[in-house]
């Protein structure tokens, strides 16, 4: 037995998506991570391997994570494909019979959506093609030459070059949705459309101007009518009501044109009747092909007449130094998307606008502030006779003394790649640093950087004061010891994209922009 998922459902599960986001009762964190790539593989940066889909490979994706950023509402929406208006192009019109046997002209697409049926303008305007100069002289239709600038809610041509096209327009892009949401290959379209104020005239207007607009000619036909005379109030028969067509016939008695001159209503299908109108069909009849609107008109619903399947994540990712999770001078090799990651020791849904996915350390002793720490070294604390926490330095503040580390399975027997290692430097227990280590054999110090320096047991709180000067550590200490903000392993991880590794400085940001296509 045959059978499709409609796009329809692809459009449904965009919407609810992003409707997802937009509900109290879930969480949606961006995320970057993975500062060795190089180590997983010589040839990151040149050829990222692709990601793999499993548990045990999610667990290392929390391992590596460095720090989330809260995805809002405002950060999310459905988008569709760019085809930027230029002169001299061939575009598809809007039909609603597109099939493999019956293809989109002049692009050969077999369904709509992958038509380029539609346009934006230069300034960021949305039109839809409703007729793109296509008859029988020509079938694949004409280069459009005039660039639809209008708002006007009825469909017209854009200019005076005689082109043929006849253009719909649908919505303009605000200013702030540009910023966010405009990309090589998509743009977005309007949040909220069967409510939003912004575009209640062009939805207004779909269902109170009446459904069929367009008609094109396949065959003009042979003795036709009168020669020259022009037909109105031609009917369109079918299963709607009211609809009439204006018919001229040129001097060899062929159909010159066709216009619609009231578009009725209900119609799923149709056929000008030129005998009903008073004009003898001839010795071949003319054929016409009837298009017929999206349920509602154009503009009525517009996910569904522009084929909204994708949606767009938008995250920014800044310095902040207030709240500096997203540390600098280590490379970031990953990004992705978590859905309801709980707060660190909590079943609730984490809710810190960044939230750190590491661990911290307050360092003290002599020549704190000139110690240094490189990015990926290994650093150690005997936290009990025989017993070595091992972690990776993510960064070290001079000036604060705060070290903040990660640690994955690599650290405990296990090579990055998930193989056991059998002969593991630390044995196989991956432990914690910890500010109460072992009566017996423990030490606070911790050993890596170019001096030893041990663990802060008198420092508890999420900031300091150093010459009157507050910093922001980022993360709450308790004790000198840090733990990350969000809780690993919680969630469902729903998107991961490895990607050469970049080194972030002080003065940069990332625009982080995911296309989830549905």
Known sequence: MSAIITDQLRILNAKEFVASVASTSNSYYSFVGLPNATEVSSAWNTSPPDPRDNF?????????????????????????????????????????????????????????????????????????????????????GRASL?????????????????????????????????????????????????TNTTDASVRNNASTSGQLKIVTITNRGVGVGTANRTYTRVPIKGDGNGAEATVVINNNAKVESVTISNGGEGYTFGTVDLAAGGAPTGSTSPIFNVIIPPQGGHGADIYRELGARNTL?????????????????????????????????????????????????????????SATFAADAFITQTVGLGSTAVGRVVSYDSTTGVLKYWQDRSLAGFNTDGTQDTSPVYGNRLLRF?????????????????????????????????????????????????????????????????????????????????????
């Not at 994570?65 to 494909?81: F, T, Y």
């Not at 043929?164 to 379209?189: A, E, H, Q």
């Not at 969000?486 to 080194?503: A, E, F, L, M």
């Open 56 to 140: 045990d490979e999610e667990n290392n994706y929390w391992d590596t994570m460095i720090a989330l950023k809260k995805i809002n509402e405002s950060d999310v929406k459905q988008v569709v494909r760019k085809n930027t208006w230029a002169s001299g192009v061939n575009y598809d019109m809007y039909r609603h019979d597109i099939k493999a046997n019956n293809p989109s002209k002049p692009s050969n697409a077999i369904s709509l959506y992958e038509a380029n049926y539609y346009v934006i303008n230069s300034d960021f305007k949305v039109y839809i093609c409703l007729q793109n100069g296509t008859d029988p002289e020509n079938p694949n």
């Open 434 to 518: 910890t500010s109460t280590p072992g009566a017996s054999g423990g030490s606070l110090n911790i050993l890596g950087g170019s001096t030893t320096l041990a663990i802060h047991t008198a420092f508890t709180g999420v900031s300091t004061v150093i010459n009157n000067r507050t910093y922001y550590l980022g993360q709450s200490f308790s004790d000198g010891v840090a733990n990350p903000e969000v809780k690993k392993y919680s969630g469902n991880i729903i998107y991961i994209d490895n990607r050469p590794s970049i080194t972030r400085s002080t003065s940069q940001k990332e625009d982080i922009k995911v296309i989830l296509q549905f």
């Open 146 to 194: 005039d660039e639809p600038t209008f708002t006007d809610l009825e469909p017209r041509e854009a200019g005076t070059s005689g082109d043929g096209y006849v253009w719909k327009y649908l919505f303009t892009i605000s200013p702030s949705d540009i910023i966010k949401f405009d990309s090589t290959n998509f743009i977005p379209v309007p949040k909220d459309w069967e």
């Open 313 to 369: 994540i938008y995250s920014r990712i800044e310095n902040d130094s207030e709240n500096p999770d997203f540390i600098t001078g280590n490379e970031i090799a990953r990004i992705g998307i978590v859905q309801n990651p709980q707060a660190f020791s909590s079943t609730e849904n984490l809710g810190l606008d960044k939230a750190s996915a590491v661990y911290g350390l307050k360092l003290t002793g002599a020549g704190y502030s």
